[in-house]
């Protein structure tokens, strides 16, 4: 694999790692592109193969606002740790509906 391919690689892995940040702090990807000083959308078409490219401006911009260090979003899963999150979520909200469900029928 060349240079053009990993650098390729790692800028798809940093895109990923912010739009799961901040889905896991459900926080307005809009709001976080603006803050950060791009345009609305970019990680959007980075994640699905656009040709934007992430500068060392845009790394230390996306890092300041999402509280962490540089080397997280280039090295950490995020998505693995999204993943878990979502599940939790979803098996509580099962959780809850079947209670639900149960009060329904005991009724």
Excluded: P
């Excluded at 892995?13 to 901040?22: D, L, S, T, Y």
């Excluded at 999402?66 to 998505?79: F, H, P, Q, R, T």
């Amino acid at each position: 694999m060349g240079s053009v391919e990993k650098a390729e690689l790692l800028t798809k892995r940093v895109a990923e790692n912010i739009r799961c940040i901040v889905a896991m702090r459900k926080l307005n990807m809009g709001d976080v592109e603006r803050t950060a000083g791009v345009s609305q959308g970019y990680i959007s078409r980075k994640c699905h193969g656009g040709n934007e490219k992430i500068t060392i401006h845009m790394l230390v911009s996306f890092a300041d606002v999402l509280g962490i260090k540089i080397n997280d979003l280039l090295e950490k899963d995020y998505a693995s740790e999204f993943r878990r999150v979502r599940i939790a979520e979803l098996e509580e909200e099962l959780r809850i509906l079947r209670e639900l469900e149960g009060e329904k029928i005991a009724v």
